[in-house]
Every structure is written in C-alpha cells, then in structure tokens.
C-alpha cells in the first residue's frame, strides 16, 4: 500500500513539529523549506491538520506552529486513516468500473489488508516516531539562513 503525497508531508509536518524547542512557533515557510517542498502544498497540508487539531496555527507577529497534546499522543492510524480518507486501496467503480465488483473476493481481501495496514499503525504515536535517530535527524534540518549546528543550539543540544 502506498500513502499519498498529502499524507506524507502530514506526517512530516506533524514529526518536525514535535522537536521544536520550548517556546519556539515556526512559520508554514519555514516548515517548508526545512522539508524541501512547496510552501504550497504544505500550507493545505496545515490547513488539515488544524482542522484534526493536531497542530495549533496562529497568524500574526507571535503567531506560528505547535503541535498539540492530540498531535503528540494520539496513534498514527489514526493520523494516517483521517489524512488518507475513505479510498480503497483500487479504484473499482470509478470512471470505467470494473466488471467484477459485483462479487469480487480480491477487493474484500484488499479491504482487509488496507485496515491491517492500518492497525500496524495504531500501536504508535508521533512522539514514538520522533526518538533517536529520527530526532536528531529533524533537529539539523536547516532553516533559512541558519547552519544546523545554530539550530541544535537553539535546542539545547
Ligand atoms: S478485480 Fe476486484 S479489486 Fe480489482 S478493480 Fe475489479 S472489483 Fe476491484
């Protein structure tokens, strides 16, 4: 099974935010440009995740990101099921629906190897995700015009 574009950078967005130091509140950009992808994209992406509220976003001078306690602790199924949405894992009535759906057994097995994907993920949280090495990954993505070394020392480390 593979994740869509969306529900990856979700969960990227989700990992980098729970690293940042005490009292910090990165910008949408800023996220952006520390994962290597549009700002575009992951503004939609905030705009979603606010709505699950799993991340808090506010504008203005002392606005930006944080993850909230539901961010942190709540599983990654369930993180991943509301990302992804209602799909299955083939598209079997779509535009030219397929001749065997009135009785396929292949789809019923699919549905089932869709939720036991599902299931693997519910046994962790964002917060397991973002432990060494992963950590010290997130921590050293540089941010516009600062060297990783300034953000580990920005964050203690
Ligand atoms: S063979 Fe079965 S699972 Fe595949 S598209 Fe047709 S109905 Fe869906």
Same mark, same amino acid.
């Given at each position: 099974m593979q994740l869509t574009r969306f529900t990856d950078l979700g969960l990227r967005v989700v990992m980098r935010l729970a690293v940042v130091g005490e009292g910090e509140r990165p910008g949408s950009r800023e996220i952006a440009d520390q994962l290597a992808v549009s700002y575009a994209h992951v503004a939609k992406v905030i705009t979603r995740l606010g709505e699950l509220g799993v991340v808090d976003a506010r504008r203005g001078r002392s606005g930006g990101l944080a993850i909230t306690e539901l961010g942190r602790t709540a599983s990654v199924g369930w993180l991943v099921r509301r990302l992804e949405g209602? &799909?299955? $894992? $083939?598209? @079997?009535? &779509? $535009?030219?629906? @397929?001749?065997?759906?009135? &009785? @396929?057994l292949l789809r019923s097995a699919l549905r089932r190897a869709q939720e036991a994907f599902f299931e693997s993920l519910d046994t962790l949280t964002i917060e397991d995700l973002t432990r060494t090495p992963t950590r010290t990954v997130l921590l050293a993505l540089p941010r516009v015009g600062e060297t990783s070394s300034a953000i580990s020392a920005t964050n203690g480390e």
């Open positions: 209602e &799909g299955e $894992v $083939v598209e @079997c009535d &779509g $535009v030219n629906p @397929c001749p065997l759906r009135a &009785g @396929c």
